[in-house]
């Protein structure tokens, strides 16, 4: 865990000494947007769904154009793949950044697959699982300084109504967590965010370190300790080229339940993997994407990245990674506050692939 601290340590020092100009000046700002469109995609997790997703932009102080706009996102999801799927999350800079709070709170119904744990988990261990899950995550963090933030954070996931393949891992009850049960925890984040434009951005960076503690005091089944980081930068390629980058971790100490375990694969990183294809206690990816205008309102990208699963920190190799490439579209749906809605494709090994359907950047 000391690497991880040390890097984003220095991470955090090299993104806030170039933090840049105040954002632009803008006399017309409105102050609540909302974008409520029909939900028709694909992703690997849920193949073909329908539903409704609003996103709602705030300008919480219209008059201080040096606030950044702040954003919730509502949405409904029907799959077929019989899931429900209920989330509402947001970021919200308060009282001039001054105050920046994050969160999820979430309910899905959601058969998935489940191909055991490790880097190596065979396709052939494919089982179905039913379940519900609850989930809560939220932070309220404080400045410290321009951009960089400080506070508590709270996580839950409840996860019930297990309904496992016949014969499979999770019925012989092999794996923790394999009968249900309660994570729920406590604990900090410090943020670097310079980002110019929270769902848009194409300068300066962002970088999160997180440690939360899972224990029987805070309501837990499981003990265990998660720590997250994720560290991000943008440059303008010209006037209107933007090179992004990303490097993500998620560590853990203890033994967590299967479905809190790092998941490889999801519409943000690592794209063209089933969420959860590889699991296990460690998970690192890197990954790079190139964003270019095309005509009026419609851009392209290129992404590709790489990421691995291991049990221990030693068991990450090169020879192990596992790559994700794809190509996508944006098309600007909100001009005045620069938001995309984009469509991704992306592959990864074994014939691994996906369709993702999102507002808002990637990274």
């Known amino acids: 865990m000391r690497q991880l601290l040390v890097l984003s340590a220095a991470l955090l020092a090299l993104l806030t000494s170039a933090h840049g100009a105040a954002l632009p000046d803008s006399t017309k700002l409105r102050r609540v947007g909302v974008l409520p469109v029909p939900a028709i995609g694909y992703s690997p997790e849920t193949r073909g769904y329908v539903g409704a997703v609003a996103l709602l932009t705030l300008r919480l102080y219209p008059h201080d154009t040096a606030t ?31 105050y920046l709070s994050q969160g999820l709170v979430s309910y899905q119904r959601f058969p998935e697959y489940f191909w055991g744990v490790g880097n190596d988990a065979p396709e052939s261990a494919k089982e179905l699982l039913d379940s519900r899950r609850v989930e809560l995550r939220a932070t309220f963090l404080r400045q410290l300084r321009p951009f960089v933030f400080a506070g508590p954070r709270v996580q839950l996931q409840h996860l019930y109504d297990l309904r496992p393949a016949a014969g499979g891992l999770l019925e012989r009850g092999q794996v923790p967590g394999s009968g249900g049960g309660t994570s729920s925890g406590a ?141 996508g579209l944006r098309f600007l749906v909100d001009k005045r506050e620069n938001v995309n809605l984009r469509f991704d494709y992306g592959v990864g090994q074994q014939g691994n692939s996906g369709f993702y359907v999102a507002f808002g950047e990637a990274f």
């Open 187 to 327: 604990g900090y984040e410090v943020v670097y965010d310079g980002r110019d434009n929270l769902l848009n951005p194409q300068r300066r960076g962002y970088v999160r370190l997180a440690q939360t503690y899972f224990g029987g005091w805070l309501g837990s089944d499981f003990r265990f300790t998660r720590y997250e980081l994720d560290a991000r930068r943008y440059r303008r390629l010209g006037r209107k080229v933007v090179l992004a980058g990303q490097l993500t971790a998620t560590l853990h100490s203890g033994q967590p339940p299967f479905r809190m375990l790092a998941l490889l694969g999801s519409d943000a990183d690592m794209r063209g993997y089933y969420r959860g294809r590889f699991r296990d206690r460690q998970y690192a990816a890197a990954q790079a994407e190139l964003r270019v205008p095309l005509f009026w309102r419609v851009g392209a990208v290129a992404f590709g990245g790489a990421g691995q699963v291991a049990r221990n920190l030693g068991g990450f190799g090169l020879h192990d990674l596992k790559p994700s490439a794809g190509v």
């Open 68 to 98: 950044r706009t702040s954003n919730a996102k509502v949405e409904v999801n029907f799959t077929r793949n019989r899931q429900r799927i209920f989330n509402a999350e947001w970021t919200l800079l308060l009282r001039r950044e001054q």
